[in-house]
């Protein structure tokens, strides 16, 4: 039965022209004229993603000294202050760069305002030990000094509210910990 069926289907399908490949009763210049070209110039359009994503980890260059800025977010889970093992490595990449430096380097931690102002400053001290911890391991055997200062979300880099809105940007570039030293 399935096959008698699939048989009359096919047999339909190659008695219509068109689909046969049989000619159509269009003429060729006509079909010539209908058919477009699609610029692609036209149809694409360029899209600045430099507002859209949120760097991970930037770098502040002001004279001798440099702020390396890390996102929380790449360090922690949420509300946490435990360094995950992706963040351990790159604290262990960054030290690399440490060994030369001169005089302190300061680790602080800071927070986006959700959240009671004691634990937003609690956090950020525990994130800013956790960091400086990483850093005098991947350091050893030397005589740098590391200090860590949490600042909780009292020290932000961008709006946490925009127009009494929610600004979800301003308070991801807020959760960091900055790490800042003098170059040799």
């Known amino acids: 039965m399935r096959l008698l069926l699939a048989a009359a289907v096919l047999g339909a399908l190659l008695a219509v022209p068109s689909v046969a490949g049989a000619a159509s009763d269009v003429p060729e210049a006509n079909i010539a004229e ?7 110039a036209e149809s694409v ?7 859209a994503v949120i760097p991970l980890e930037t770098e502040e260059n002001n004279g001798e000294q440099v702020t390396v800025r890390i996102s929380a977010d790449v360090l922690f889970d949420f509300n946490k202050a435990t360094l995950t093992d992706a963040a351990e490595r790159r604290i262990a990449e960054l030290a690399k760069r440490l ?17 009671p102002d004691d634990y937003n400053l609690d956090l950020s001290k525990q994130r800013a030990e956790a960091v400086k911890t990483e850093l005098q391991r991947s ?24 127009a009494n809105e929610d600004s979800p940007e301003g308070r991801a570039k807020n959760r960091r910990v900055d790490i800042t030293y003098e170059r040799n």
Do not use: C, F, M
């Open 139 to 162: 350091l050893q055997n030397t005589s740098l000094r590391i200090t860590a200062e949490g600042y909780g979300e009292r020290k932000p880099v961008a709006p946490n509210e925009n």
């Open 34 to 40: 209908s058919i477009r070209n699609i610029e692609t």
């Open 99 to 115: 060994r030369d430096v001169r005089g302190t380097i300061e680790v602080s931690g800071h927070t986006d305002s959700v959240g």
């Open 45 to 51: 359009r360029n899209i600045d993603l430099s507002r």
